[in-house]
């Protein structure tokens, strides 16, 4: 009877210190990776199309199938609460690199943004203020207030699971889970898209694209495009950039769990125009933005030629460096440019009177869709003047941009 009890005590044991080496599903190493790396892509699929296309700027609409999943996914594996990360990301938005902003490295550094981005979060989700003025439309049904809000509960959850399911091992397989959006979303995103990249349009804020993170981040990469068109459910612009959360939310509307309300507008050129009329004006106004990193390239090969000038003349290395570090802002709008910059580019503009002449043009240019108080006919006028100056101007860049102008249509 004893040795009965010993054996069976001793294979409780054996079962026991098996399934915490193993738990109940036994994978090998890389079985485990891929698990690790699909729950974590769910996640960051359930961030970018639900809280962020859908909740946050309304770019599309989901059935109760995607949403209902969206919805508990994103509870169990962040704890995350809709109206909560919806507040702040508006918020970002609505205040974007100011003091106000929950999380600018512009304001805050790029350091605190990467190191402290889940607990900048954390702080802003318990101001009520937020949440009241910028939390609106979200969720608000039994689940949402009974369950969903519970935002440790469904953590909690997901590592009882883990461990049930791999042992020891799903200790780490939880901490990758939990690390991931904080990481990436909240760190790399919300920080190095906002300081360091390529841009697309001169947005008026610092976002830019990173990539090739499309796989690991969903198409949030692509941070200087959606800043550009934030109500647009695709955020991918250029041939060559792929934005997965697009594929993803195609695929749902040809099931019908989606419906897409907008995406980016392109600019459509046509044979160039005698004259710019106002159907040009509306193809100008309504890709502001396009026309913008349009122009700023030209600035760029007008800044290449004046380097080449001064390096022919081999000028001292001062007058080089003046306008090298200038250019980083020469495609900015003035109240961009930071105060520390705005003397050496007034520097760099009187050295260089074309480079002052294109921002000056710059600006007049943009005032078009500024400028509320004048009509239509009054506009179009205003740009039809434009485009004379910049073509007796004597500068190619001005003169080639003006004429492809003339050829946008809406």
């Given at each position: 009877?004893?040795?009965?009890?010993?054996?069976?005590?001793?294979?409780?044991?054996?079962?026991?210190?098996?399934?915490?080496?193993?738990?109940?599903?036994?994978?090998?190493?890389?079985?485990?990776?891929?698990?690790?790396?699909?729950?974590?892509?769910?996640?960051?699929?359930?961030?970018?199309?639900?809280?962020?296309?859908?909740?946050?700027?309304?770019?599309?609409?989901?059935?109760?199938?995607?949403?209902?999943?969206?919805?508990?996914?994103?509870?169990?594996?962040?704890?995350?609460?809709?109206?909560?990360?919806?507040?702040?990301?508006?918020?970002?938005?609505?205040?974007?690199?100011?003091?106000?902003?929950?999380?600018?490295?512009?304001?805050?550094?790029?350091?605190?943004?990467?190191?402290?981005?889940?607990?900048?979060?954390?702080?802003?989700?318990?101001?009520?203020?937020?949440?009241?003025?910028?939390?609106?439309?979200?969720?608000?049904?039994?689940?949402?207030?009974?369950?969903?809000?519970?935002?440790?509960?469904?953590?909690?959850?997901?590592?009882?699971?883990?461990?049930?399911?791999?042992?020891?091992?799903?200790?780490?397989?939880?901490?990758?889970?939990?690390?991931?959006?904080?990481?990436?979303?909240?760190?790399?995103?919300?920080?190095?898209?906002?300081?360091?990249?390529?841009?697309?349009?001169?947005?008026?804020?610092?976002?830019?694209?990173?990539?090739?993170?499309?796989?690991?981040?969903?198409?949030?990469?692509?941070?200087?495009?959606?800043?550009?068109?934030?109500?647009?459910?695709?955020?991918?612009?250029?041939?060559?950039?792929?934005?997965?959360?697009?594929?993803?939310?195609?695929?749902?509307?040809?099931?019908?769990?989606?419906?897409?309300?907008?995406?980016?507008?392109?600019?459509?050129?046509?044979?160039?125009?005698?004259?710019?009329?106002?159907?040009?004006?509306?193809?100008?106004?309504?890709?502001?933005?396009?026309?913008?990193?349009?122009?700023?390239?030209?600035?760029?090969?007008?800044?290449?030629?004046?380097?080449d000038v001064l390096r022919q003349r081999k000028a001292q290395k001062a007058?080089?460096?003046?306008?090298?570090?200038?250019?980083?802002?020469?495609?900015?709008?003035?109240?961009?440019?930071?105060?520390r910059a705005q003397a050496q580019l007034a520097q760099a503009r009187a050295?260089?009177?074309?480079?002052?002449?294109?921002?000056?043009?710059?600006?007049?240019?943009?005032?078009?869709?500024?400028?509320?108080?004048?009509s239509r006919e009054q506009l179009t006028s205003q740009l039809q003047a434009?485009?004379?100056?910049?073509?007796?101007?004597?500068?190619?860049?001005?003169?080639?941009?003006?004429?492809?102008?003339?050829?946008?249509?809406?």
């Amino acid at each position: 009877m004893a040795l009965d009890i010993g054996l069976n005590g001793s294979a409780v044991v054996d079962g026991l210190v098996n399934w915490l080496a193993n738990g109940l599903w036994e994978l090998s190493w890389w079985q485990l990776l891929l698990y690790t790396l699909a729950t974590t892509h769910i996640t960051i699929a359930a961030v970018t199309i639900y809280l962020h296309r859908c909740q946050a700027h309304r770019a599309l609409d989901l059935g109760p199938v995607p949403s209902h999943f969206f919805r508990f996914w994103l509870w169990l594996g962040t704890g995350m609460v809709t109206k909560q990360w919806v507040a702040i990301h508006r918020k970002h938005h609505a205040k974007c690199e100011t003091a106000e902003d929950p999380h600018s490295p512009q304001t805050r550094g790029l350091g605190t943004v990467m190191r402290r981005g889940a607990e900048l979060y954390r702080e802003e989700a318990k101001n009520e203020d937020t949440l009241r003025k910028f939390g609106h439309g979200t969720p608000d049904d039994w689940m949402e207030r009974n369950v969903y809000r519970h935002s440790v509960l469904g953590p909690s959850l997901m590592l009882i699971l883990d461990v049930a399911l791999f042992g020891a091992i799903g200790l780490s397989i939880w901490a990758v889970q939990m690390v991931w959006i904080p990481f990436w979303a909240a760190g790399v995103v919300n920080g190095v898209g906002h300081y360091w990249g390529y841009r697309n349009y001169e947005a008026p804020d610092a976002s830019t694209n990173l990539v090739p993170w499309g796989l690991i981040i969903g198409g949030e990469e692509l941070h200087n495009n959606h800043h550009t068109y934030p109500t647009s459910a695709k955020f991918s612009v250029k041939r060559y950039e792929f934005d997965i959360g697009w594929l993803y939310i195609s695929a749902m509307q040809k099931m019908g769990w989606a419906k897409v309300k907008k995406t980016p507008p392109r600019l459509r050129m046509g044979a160039v125009k005698p004259v710019a009329d106002e159907l040009t004006l509306e193809a100008v106004i309504a890709n502001r933005y396009e026309v913008m990193a349009r122009y700023a390239r030209g600035v760029r090969a007008a800044v290449r030629q004046e380097l080449d000038v001064l390096r022919q003349r081999k000028a001292q290395k001062a007058d080089v460096s003046l306008l090298l570090a200038a250019q980083r802002w020469l495609h900015r709008d003035n109240d961009k440019v930071p105060e520390r910059a705005q003397a050496q580019l007034a520097q760099a503009r009187a050295a260089h009177p074309v480079i002052d002449q294109m921002l000056i043009m710059r600006e007049e240019l943009r005032q078009l869709w500024l400028n509320t108080t004048l009509s239509r006919e009054q506009l179009t006028s205003q740009l039809q003047a434009w485009c004379q100056r910049a073509e007796a101007s004597g500068i190619a860049m001005l003169k080639e941009f003006s004429v492809k102008l003339r050829a946008a249509h809406a």
